[in-house]
């Protein structure tokens, strides 16, 4: 069945770094787009960036441009997310998502990720 | 940036309809999509281009999407329907996702 499994959260100091990974299986990871999405506890969802299958298209929410890369290996059925310069406001649960469509909907998604930053 | 804006909350009786309010400008020229969110666990998609139901999403939910705004709309609300439900949608000004706030639905 569809998997995307998350990993690479946990505890981080204010200005230090983390990598998100997310692993697919069960589906042909080459064949979709990608996002990651995070929720604050207690908050809504808000999405963070888009990788396009071939990687060639990339976007990011303003929040965190500049900060955030995001990236993706279709040998490996992974997609990443480098996270630098973390803030406290960054503490989330970090989310993997496809898209069979581009820019479409999110038709699979993963269990999350916790990133809490804090000194 | 584009908002979507959703009430906070809705309630609603076994048996009865909830009708769940997504707004934005001009959010009839966008393709919307709806999510559902039980507490602890990932969202699973509802409906996707304003009308279309998710594989294995029972009949009684079903979106439409007009003007300036969207609605899911849940027949015969049961109380497995309790949830936090989040619109969304493209929004190619600005090459971003743009989630709605999200409305907590609570079966009285």
């Known amino acids: 069945q569809v998997q995307l499994v998350e990993s690479g959260g946990g505890l981080v100091k204010p200005g230090g770094s983390l990598r998100l990974s997310c692993a697919a299986s069960?589906?042909?990871?080459?064949?979709?787009?990608m996002s990651w999405i995070r929720q604050a506890p207690g908050k809504g969802l808000e999405w963070l960036s888009y990788?396009?299958?071939?990687?060639?298209?990339?976007y990011y929410a303003d929040s965190v441009k500049g900060r955030f890369t995001i990236s993706r290996d279709n040998a490996k059925n992974s997609l990443y997310l480098q996270m630098n310069s973390l803030r406290a406001e960054d503490t989330a649960v970090y989310y993997c998502?496809?898209?069979?469509?581009?820019?479409?909907?999110?038709?699979?998604w993963g269990q999350g990720t916790l990133v809490t930053v804090a000194a | 940036s584009y908002v979507l804006t959703q009430p906070p909350s809705v309630s609603v009786a076994p048996g009865k309809t909830a009708r769940i309010i997504c707004g934005g400008n001009?959010?009839?020229?966008?393709?919307v999509h709806w999510y559902q969110q039980k507490p602890g666990q990932a969202p699973v998609l509802v409906i996707y281009?304003?009308?279309d139901r998710s594989s294995g999403i029972p009949e009684r939910f079903s979106g439409s999407n007009s003007g300036n705004m969207a609605t899911l709309t849940i027949s015969r609300v049961e109380a497995g329907d309790e949830a936090d439900y989040y619109c969304?949608?493209?929004?190619?000004?600005?090459?971003?996702?743009?989630f709605g706030t999200g409305t907590k639905v609570t079966v009285l």
């Open positions: 998502a496809s898209h069979y469509e581009s820019t479409a909907y999110s038709d699979y």
């Open positions: 069960g589906f042909t990871f080459s064949d979709y787009h």
């Open positions: 990788i396009s299958i071939s990687g060639s298209t990339i």
């Open positions: 001009n959010i009839g020229s966008k393709s």
């Open positions: 281009y304003d009308t």
């Open positions: 969304q949608v493209w929004d190619s000004s600005t090459d971003h996702y743009v």
